[in-house]
């Protein structure tokens, strides 16, 4: 895969932090080489499953370094520049392309309602910041995500705009929609944990941004459904799903879910989530363990 392509499952790396909520670099660069170990093509941090509105702007910058020195080119580091201001998103994306990122992410703001007018603002302060490829994460719970007519517009005056990360259920059209109207100029990945990933490879996304607790579960679901090995595909996925529809309720109870995944999986030392965090009630905790030791069975077979 070359420098700025994108395809198959690009898993949200976790910040894993220990006992006392410093950041562990270890479990860091272990998630990187895991992703590497298994055919990844790139990982992206610090975004939404990496707890980025927890940390300091010198933590995120931390994070980029250091997964980018660990994927020692074996991996892409796509480096995301969240912030509401679009000037300071753009230093954001600035600063992580001197860092040695891959790729510059960014997600809409999405606090308050705004036109597409202004996220065309917000998106130029970041496109002119940067020279890399830029992905744009459109995750707009319950609201509507931006047009194909304005993504065009955005790659027809910034072409490293090439990609676009819907979060939105029966997205299929949505996805034929931009293709057609950027004449495949931008692509599409699936958001939302992966779970509408079949609907969305027949409907011709390049891939998925899930997080990383079965991302390789996920490869191989893309691998054999883009083979056109439907039903196959459907089997590797299907033990997963309980997990994903059960985790994807609420984001604090996801980044828990997936740390206690990743220490099962001797991934991350500890499955310590930052503050402030949801603290699940009993019945909760004890079905996510169920779903847990599930999908343990799946990824590591005895």
């Excluded at 495949?184 to 409907?203: D, N």
């Amino acid at each position: 895969m070359t420098r700025g392509e994108l395809k198959g499952i690009v898993p949200v790396l976790p910040t894993p932090f220990g006992p006392d909520d410093a950041i562990d670099l270890e479990s860091l660069r272990r998630v990187v080489a895991f992703c590497a170990e298994k055919g990844l093509g790139a990982a992206c941090i610090p975004a939404y499953a990496s707890e980025f509105y927890k940390l300091t702007m010198a933590e995120r910058h931390e994070l980029v370094e250091t997964a980018v020195r660990a994927a020692g080119g074996k991996v892409q580091i796509i480096a995301q520049a969240n912030h509401f201001s679009g000037r300071l998103a753009g230093e954001i994306a600035r600063r992580n392309e001197a860092l040695g990122a891959d790729i510059i992410s960014v997600a809409i703001p999405r606090m308050f309602d705004i036109s597409e007018a202004d996220v065309f603002r917000f998106l130029e302060s970041v496109l002119e910041s940067t020279s890399l490829p830029v992905l744009v994460q459109d995750f707009n719970p319950g609201g509507p995500t931006i047009s194909a007519a304005l993504a065009r517009r955005v790659n027809e005056e910034y072409p490293h705009f090439r990609y676009l990360k819907l979060e939105q259920p029966l997205m299929a059209p949505r996805v034929v929609e931009i293709l057609d109207e950027t004449r495949g100029a931008v692509q599409v990945l699936e958001g939302w944990g992966g779970l509408y990933l079949l609907e969305g490879i027949r409907a011709g996304i390049c891939g998925a941004m899930p997080a990383l607790g079965v991302a390789d579960v996920l490869q191989e679901t893309f691998d054999l459904a883009s083979a056109g090995a439907m039903d196959a595909a459907s089997d590797r996925f299907e033990p997963i799903l309980p997990y994903l529809v059960f985790s994807l309720q609420n984001m604090e109870l996801l980044l828990r879910m997936e740390k206690s995944l990743l220490v099962r999986r001797g991934l991350l030392a500890s499955d310590r989530v930052r503050d402030a965090t949801l603290t699940p009630d009993p019945k909760t905790a004890a079905y996510a363990a169920f779903l847990i030791d599930r999908v343990m069975r799946v990824v590591d077979p005895v």
